[in-house]
């Protein structure tokens, strides 16, 4: 049930990182990259990338590898498609999550205005001081990726820490585009996704954000 619990927490990152996180210069401040990226960003309509999520736990033997395809159309469009091991279906549509799972006959929707909300305020309409009141932001020197840049964001609030306590995200400085992000969990768990093949303002094909029945 971990992995329904988190659908909304996980779904409303990747939204908020795919539509708002681009890179400057390492040496820059962050006042100045979040300006930058949110320059950039402006000329995002749609996105499409492949993914691969590796789940750690102290209930799962070893970690868990899982692939698929994101897609995104703004302002507030995403889809994770899930093809290995598991065929499921996570979708962002407005204020709605469904999550469908076929092979568990799950399929469950939930209200996420509020983090929708959040993202707008902080990641999309925002400032970077808006977003400094509500994380720790700390650009490191030593990125665990070379090559890319890193940033940690540790949240501020309760009510954000008792769900994710720390999120590290990687950008490809060269395409301004997201690579990979981590998500460190309350009791420890994580989720590490990597994207690749991210392709910017790409056609979408008229039912990509459809979830079969």
């Known amino acids: 049930m971990a992995a329904t619990r988190r659908a909304p927490v ?23 990259l979040y300006r930058r990226g949110q320059q950039a960003n402006a000329g995002i309509k749609t ?26 159309q703004r302002p507030s469009r995403v889809i994770l498609r899930y093809a290995d091991p598991e065929p499921r279906v996570v979708l962002i549509d407005g204020n709605k999550l ?5 092979s568990r006959q799950l399929r469950q929707e939930s209200d996420i205005r509020r983090a929708q909300e959040r993202i707008q305020r902080y990641f999309v309409n925002g400032s970077a001081a808006d977003l400094r009141g509500e994380f720790d932001i700390e650009q490191r020197q030593a990125s665990e990726r070379p090559g890319l840049l ?3 964001l540790r949240p501020k609030r309760r009510q954000i820490r008792d769900t994710l ?8 400085p060269e395409t301004s585009l997201l690579s990979a992000m981590r998500m460190t969990f309350a009791n420890g768990d994580t989720k590490t996704m990597t994207f690749e093949q991210v392709v910017a303002n790409p056609p979408l094909a008229a039912d990509a954000f459809t979830v079969e029945r």
């Open 10 to 32: 996980v779904g409303a990152v990747v939204a908020a990182l795919a539509l708002a996180v681009t890179a400057a210069a390492a040496q820059e401040s962050f006042d100045d």
């Open 47 to 72: 996105m499409t990338a492949q993914f691969t999520e590796t789940t750690t736990s102290s209930l799962l033997a070893r970690p868990l590898v899982s692939r698929g395809t994101l897609a995104v």
């Open 98 to 102: 469904t999550l469908a799972w076929p």
């Open 150 to 152: 890193e940033l940690r």
């Open 165 to 172: 306590t720390l999120l590290d995200v990687w950008v490809n």
